[in-house]
């Protein structure tokens, strides 16, 4: 499978953004999905996934609230509506998909395949 994100952009604090995810060459039944996210100089920071069966959403702490995780299972896409953005979700945001188990859903290091990223600047 190969992912495609997209959907970053410049918006300022109080907006909203909504990021796209698309899968190509298979389909993300049996994978867990996630978006992940990583600041200049920092380590890569979970934000939101999908389970591997999809009926279960997980959430960062940071997010809870004002970012919600949907998939389109028709258009093979999973998207991250993000709101009430602040200068600190400034990050190129990344998605991942993988055969990832509930416990380790939150570790990007059990993602097989990833998307290229895509930036997103909130300005304050």
């Known amino acids: 499978v190969q992912l495609q994100a997209s959907g970053g952009g410049l918006v300022q604090a109080g907006g909203s953004l909504r990021l796209s995810c698309a899968a190509a060459g298979r389909t993300f039944s049996g994978y867990g999905i996630a978006w992940f996210r990583q600041a200049q100089g920092k380590e890569r920071e979970f934000v939101a996934a999908f389970s591997r069966t999809g009926g279960y959403t997980y959430y960062a702490d940071s997010v809870k609230g004002r970012f919600t995780i949907s998939r389109d299972n028709a258009k093979n896409t999973v998207y991250l509506q993000m709101n009430s953005l602040n200068p600190e979700d400034t990050a190129v945001y990344y998605c991942?998909?993988?055969?990832?188990?509930?416990?380790?859903?939150?570790?990007?290091?059990?993602?097989?395949?990833w998307g290229q990223g895509t930036l997103v600047t909130v300005s304050s």
């Open positions: 991942a998909a993988g055969p990832v188990i509930t416990s380790a859903i939150r570790n990007w290091r059990s993602y097989t395949v």
